[in-house]
């Protein structure tokens, strides 16, 4: 085995092979669906305890307050979606997807592995995750030199 700096693996352009740590992780599709259904790689959020991903939540016991956390942490904080508890998926707890801690996977060794997906958002909360991992990316990640309609329209759904 040898170790070999970043710089060098970029410099020599060619392919390694590589020892990673690897830790197994709920997480749910970002990608938009008409893209994900031929996209050579797709994107995911790492679906955490909400408590860890808004951190307000912590002290949180009472269910009054929880739902104002929810409601007013949702209109300031845009970086993650609340999901919450559901046996049927595995969820005991409330969850949070995490739009700041993504992956990236080949769109094809994904797509072979559907039957490993435990769950799928219900219609409208299925429109509630896409307009705000949207509103997300298009706050948190777009390019300055893009006007947001450039953007918006650069990232559309063709219709097929």
């Known amino acids: 085995m040898e170790i070999v700096s970043w710089d060098a693996v970029v410099r020599g352009q060619r392919n390694i092979a590589a020892l990673l740590g690897v830790r197994i992780v709920s997480a749910i599709v970002a990608t938009q669906d008409c893209d994900a259904l031929r996209a050579a790689d797709i994107t995911l959020c790492e679906i955490r305890p909400f408590r860890e991903v808004e951190r307000k939540s912590k002290e949180t016991k009472a269910d009054k307050s929880w739902a104002d956390i929810i ?13 919450p508890p559901d046996g049927r998926i595995g969820f005991a707890d409330r969850m949070g997807a995490d739009f700041q801690a993504t992956l990236r996977l080949v769109g094809d060794d994904l797509r072979q592995h559907r039957h490993l997906r435990r769950g799928r958002l219900n219609p ?22 893009l006007s947001k309609r450039a953007w918006r329209n650069a990232h559309s759904c063709a219709q097929d």
């Open 124 to 145: 409208e909360a299925d429109e509630h995750f896409r307009e705000r991992s949207a509103e997300f990316f298009r706050r948190y990640l777009r390019p300055a030199f």
């Open 71 to 83: 409601t007013q942490q949702s209109k300031k904080n845009l970086k993650w979606f609340y999901l």
